[in-house]
């Protein structure tokens, strides 16, 4: 049961809770630095979302803290009054789309106070080992709900999130093995007397050739890696490890190093006993008795498995190009008519207006409305009324040129921009699209629109003054028996 003090419901504490925080903790990220990763999926959770605040929260004993955040100032918050501290428990999404109706959001601090959270979703981040460790959260400040995309969209991206936190703690432990390394292989150059007892056990790979190309020396990581035994060594001609499409290049620097160049992590492919390959980055030295080489010092790294993991790396990141692609293109789009949305409407005519102004051309807005839609959808349904919409959608679609631009304006309002396009091409063109919805074959009775035509014509000083024009335009149109375009300060068509 919730736990209720001063009024406030305290989150429940997970039962597996010291589990929870040692998984959090073994990650080291709390009151780390701001990451471009962390940012960027954030802020494509809120615009996807339609919220101003977006957070990647990680709920720690006392407190959450947001190791990522847009639209809001604060870096942490106590975890009793935090909304994430709930979301923890839970394996879905945890939404409250009125927390100043549910009884255990009403009296908190952050509803109250700032931020002021009327909305909240939140996607728990959950680690391989089933640990919550924090969520990937959106807010508003007004009552809001979220398309099934939407949610769907959040969780991808909360997805990803958890992934960027492996990939961090993965990146640092083969951070701590690269210096394990550097320290082992600095403590070889100690004495000679524990030179071959410190190779044997480093995690390289180490050999010596002399001058005709045998063995001279390898360690147990080489040996074990390549599958050979010391006796098999002896008699192996170093041939046999090169990876054939090395063979010429290996030898071009074998012959560099013999004149005394040192190479230091040189990219090369070893082969083993049973015919694998092996990526390796190689040092390369040779040592010098009175001026002449006379062995060969390689130490070779297998790398294999971290190209393989850059591999998928590069995988990953392509396919996560590929998702915002299309996440930002769900953000713009209508998802039943498939037009472009008024967010992507209000951009496209921030632009428009403004090449208009600079350059003089003229630009055209219809505003149009379905006429007695509702009416429609009281007597046919939801469905019907749906299906009208997207045949409305693919009218216009199918008959604005390829310059124009059409959006479902919201509701049963469209809207068409017609960049460098004056009066008369705008009353054309809106007459085209009137008589295309009347003339389209209407299953359950006629459908029409009407529409308001205005440009910059009409005195606009701004975009918003483009759309009360057209907005007026349309009401006028309405007004005068629908199914009719009227111009802006014109009489109608």
Known sequence: MTEVLNGISKPKVPADESARLETLLGYELLDTAAEAAFDD???LASQVCGTPIGLVTLVAQERQWFKARVGLDATETPRDVAFCAHAINDTKT??????????????????????????????????PNGQNLGTLCVIDRVPHTLSPAQEEALRILARQVMTQIELRKKMRMAENALHELEVAERALRVTDERFRDILDNMRG???SLDMEGRFLYVNR????????????????PFSKVIHPDEMGRSKEIFE??????VFKTLPGRLITKDGRSLTVEIDLAWRFENGKPVASRTIFHDVTEREEQKRKIDVYQKDLEEANKSLTFLAVTDELTGLRNRRAFQERLEEDFGLARRHKWPLGLLLMDVDKFKQFNDTFGHLA???????????????????????????EEFAVLLPNTGLDGCILLAENL?????ESAWDLRSVTISIGVAGLWSACGDPTALIQHADTALYRAKAEGRNRSVASDAVPV
Request: net charge positive.
């Open 256 to 261: 560099r190093a013999v004149r005394g160049e």
């Open 434 to 438: 009137r008589k295309a919805v009347e």
């Open 41 to 43: 999926l954030v802020k």
């Open 205 to 207: 790979m180490v050999q």
């Open 385 to 411: 009324g749906d299906e009208v919409l997207k045949r409305v959608a693919r009218a216009l679609r199918d008959n604005v040129r390829a310059t124009d631009f059409v959006c479902r304006f919201g509701g």
């Open 94 to 127: 945890f939404v409250v789309e009125d927390v100043s109706k549910d009884a255990r959001f009403a009296a908190n601090p952050l509803v109250l106070g700032e931020p002021h959270i009327r909305f909240y979703a939140g996607v728990p981040l959950a680690a």
């Open 221 to 236: 990581a080489w040996r074990q890696k390549l599958g050979y035994t010391e006796e098999e060594v002896a008699t192996l």
